[in-house]
């Protein structure tokens, strides 16, 4: 299984980000598929997560109402939109791939992409 995270970078506080993950070696339809992200000092926060049918999502009171995290099944990737950015956002932000879109508990990791946000 490989997933591989793509998209991250400097951005601008305020300014917007569009994080990709492309998945291989497993049946992505099948899987939930999570974003995690961890800061220097910091433990592993679980960003935002979407069921496998694309229905349902779950995200982080830290990230609601700025983050969205769509998927596309036929394209195997799975996306973290990320809007109005703020410094605390910075971090190497992961994907995973597991059981249940909801809950921390994922099987495959990616290798992490760094988004660092500042002026």
């Known amino acids: 299984v490989q997933l591989v995270e793509s998209g991250g970078g400097l951005v601008q506080p305020g300014g917007s980000l569009r994080l990709s993950c492309a998945a291989s070696?497993?049946?992505?339809?099948?899987?939930?598929m999570g974003w995690f992200r961890q800061a220097p000092g910091k433990e592993r926060e679980f960003v935002a997560g979407?069921?496998?049918?694309?229905?349902?999502?779950y995200y982080a009171d830290s990230v609601k109402g700025r983050f969205t995290i769509p998927r596309d099944n036929a394209g195997n990737t799975v996306y973290l939109q990320m809007n109005s950015l703020k410094p605390t956002d910075t971090a190497v932000y992961y994907c995973?791939?597991?059981?249940?879109?909801?809950?921390?508990?994922?099987?495959?990791w990616g290798q992490g992409t760094q988004v660092t946000v500042s002026s």
């Open positions: 070696g497993l049946t992505f339809s099948s899987y939930a």
């Open positions: 979407i069921r496998w049918t694309g229905d349902m999502t």
């Open positions: 995973a791939a597991g059981p249940f879109y909801n809950r921390p508990t994922y099987t495959y």
